[in-house]
């Protein structure tokens, strides 16, 4: 090997190792978000809320602690939120297990291809695209407005563009999160677990919605 390939070689491993810390947590997380899936299923009345809200205070948390060092106490915080967000989409997930399976399964499949793909784009892009974090917010907030609105004003296809126009943000912020991953240290890999587990949680719940056939 060449001393200018064996310099690129050990330049580009700290970045392929926190790629493949970061997926490994994501997969953890995941794994805990099935569970509390299943842990949830039977979950009534608001506890969903409650769940959900827990588990808001568990991202903000692990961030906190992240930031101050604390690695063990973010980890453990992570694997909280995975399970806690699990438990807040338990009774709609478990509700299309039983009424649609196709849409639960053509969800998964969907969600792998489409992160997968859009993931991969993002890492190959060179350039820093974190700008586009500001613009992504107020896209989100923005959505929240619309999922608000529909909850009380029935729109004909209002569900379906409302799905649509998620998988449009969602998507970019899955190419943004994974472009962070070039040039992010080892001390960002569980923020950046939680924020690509969120990208990926919320592409399979609006691909539900566009599956189901309700």
Known sequence: ????????????SPTQTLFGRVMALVALTVGFATLGVYLGRNLGGGLWVVAWLLALGCLLGLNVANARGNRQLALGLLLAFGLLMGA?????????????????R????????FVGGLGAGGYAIRRDLS?????????LLALIAAGLVLVFVRIPGGYTVYAIAGLAIFGLYTVVDFNRLRRAGTDEAIPLAAGIFLDILNVFLLFLRLFARE
């Not at 969800?107 to 291809?113: D, H």
């Open 1 to 12: 090997m060449s001393s200018v390939g064996y310099a690129e070689s050990q330049s580009a």
């Open 131 to 139: 700008f586009l974090y500001r613009t992504l917010f107020w896209l």
């Open 88 to 104: 807040s989409v338990a009774t709609t997930v478990n509700y299309y297990s039983a009424t649609d399976p196709t849409a639960v």
């Open 106 to 113: 053509q969800a998964f499949g969907a969600t792998a291809l």
